[in-house]
């Protein structure tokens, strides 16, 4: 079992900047990717960012480049740079764990979610 806990959601200003944190425990030799994944109220869980051990790393197109994610292997730890924030970001994301393999990526751990709400 690999366990997950995000940190740094919370309330923002339109056009601010927010990081999110991942660490993740337990057994980390099962997984060699992680990701973000967020939810809105009344709409469906969408990917956000992804990224391997390796480094390689891929966006949901509508990020439009205002999110970095990145990683810290021995810290087992991934980030989310939320940069230019809009209201319609806010949703609560989760961070996300799995195997990579090739251009597939299967996510089987999931963590307990951290709200970013983004408002004025």
């Known amino acids: 079992q690999v366990q997950l806990v995000e940190s740094g959601g919370g309330l923002v200003q339109p056009g601010g900047s927010l990081r999110l944190s991942c660490k993740a425990s337990?057994?980390?030799?099962?997984?060699?990717?992680m990701g973000w994944y967020r939810q809105a109220p009344g709409k469906e869980r969408e990917l956000v960012a992804g990224?391997?051990?390796?480094?390689?790393?891929n966006y949901a197109d509508s990020m439009n480049g205002r999110f970095t994610i990145s990683g810290d292997n021995g810290k087992n730890t991934v980030f989310l740079q939320m940069n230019s924030l809009k209201p319609e970001d806010t949703a609560v994301y989760y961070c996300?764990?799995?195997?990579?393999?090739?251009?597939?990526?299967?996510?089987?751990?999931w963590g307990q979610g951290t709200q970013v709400t983004v408002s004025s």
């Open positions: 337990g057994s980390i030799s099962s997984i060699n990717a």
């Open positions: 996300a764990a799995g195997r990579s393999v090739g251009r597939t990526t299967t996510y089987n751990y």
């Open positions: 990224i391997t051990s390796g480094g390689s790393t």
